[in-house]
């Protein structure tokens, strides 16, 4: 096994299951559940498959003799998003607000971390629902939460409505969607094509800043010049 089968299978989950399925059988379930978990609970990789994971799950799961089961493997990445969440907001808790408030990080990065407390400012609560169909966000936005954005019994309420829409609403559709002949054809395409929708709210809300801070920027210069 090694890097560049990893970096294949990162980009082609369905791969990644089916190598797992055939080589682990049913021990499958749990090495999904890892990944959910290390992807959503630990800051440091938010690299890992997480919408396209869940997205390959049904897709896969609804193939004859695919050897996995969307309904167990959707109960299983639940209760990993939800384990992984709540293990980020208790790092976070107890990491963040020094990390927060220093300038430079080897472990964490500090453009995520200002971004995702962003997020917050302008979502609110309701971030951690909203964050669960934002890649690297979702990662952030439980630490975030643990260094002083939210109480945890406020978080764990979200939280647990977050990893049941996230995990409900990607698992579906690729249940729906993997019965396609052109998404069977085109899985590595329809993968790139979910990356690049769920990247689409941080690109907006990116050009939105750049926008208003040329905006203020103008405004200061006009300012200086009278």
């Not at 190598?19 to 990944?35: E, H, Q």
Request: proline content about 4%; aromatic content about 12%; hydrophobic content about 50%.
């Amino acid at each position: 096994m090694d890097l560049r089968a990893i970096l294949g299978w990162l980009r082609r989950p369905d791969e990644l299951i089916d190598f797992f399925t055939r080589s682990y059988g049913n021990l499958t379930y749990a090495l999904l559940g890892l990944i959910v978990f290390c992807e959503t609970g630990l800051v440091v990789t938010p690299f890992l498959p997480g919408d396209s994971l869940l997205f390959a799950v049904g897709a896969i799961g609804m193939r004859d003799g695919s050897g996995i089961s969307p309904v167990v493997a959707g109960a299983v990445l639940f209760c990993a998003a939800l384990v992984g969440d709540n293990v980020n907001y208790q790092i976070g808790k107890a990491l963040g607000p020094r990390v927060m408030k220093s300038e430079t990080s080897r472990l964490f990065n500090k453009k995520h971390l200002d971004k995702t407390k962003a997020f917050f400012e302008k979502h609110g609560p309701k971030t951690v629902i909203l964050a669960r169909f934002v890649p690297i966000v979702r990662t952030f936005s439980p630490f975030v939460a643990g260094a002083g954005a939210m109480t945890y019994r406020r978080f764990l309420v979200f939280s647990v409505i977050g990893a049941a829409a996230w995990v409900t609403t990607m698992i579906g559709a690729g249940v729906f969607f993997g019965s396609f002949e052109f998404v069977k054809a085109h899985f590595d395409a329809v993968v790139v094509m979910i990356v690049l929708i769920s990247l689409m709210p941080m690109l907006v809300e990116y050009v939105r800043s750049r926008s208003a801070g040329k905006k203020d920027g103008e405004a200061s210069t006009a300012t200086k010049a009278v």
